[in-house]
């Protein structure tokens, strides 16, 4: 039975491609890269400056969607039940 990958080489080939403008500004999926080990295996400040910013973004994001849907459905049901008293 064959492998179903090729596991006979040590080098990885994808890590050689360029990077794009997207994911240089991390916007977009970075190509492969080595992998860091060791001492020198931490988050960048950068990374976790993102992450926090995103994180308030979305927390943000969503407080507002979920209010607006909160009111929406106060004031609907306000209108139906001033239209059945009234």
Do not use: C
């Amino acid at each position: 039975m064959q492998a179903v990958m090729n596991t006979q080489h040590d080098h990885e080939y994808a890590v050689d491609r360029p990077w794009g403008a997207a994911a240089l500004s991390g916007l977009w999926f970075h190509p492969p890269h080595k992998v860091v080990t060791g001492q020198r295996a931490r988050i960048r400040w950068f990374h976790r400056l993102r992450s926090l910013i995103l994180l308030t973004v979305f927390v943000v994001a969503g407080g507002i969607a979920l209010a607006t849907v909160i009111g929406v459905m106060v004031i609907g049901a306000g209108f139906l039940l001033e239209q059945a008293i009234g």
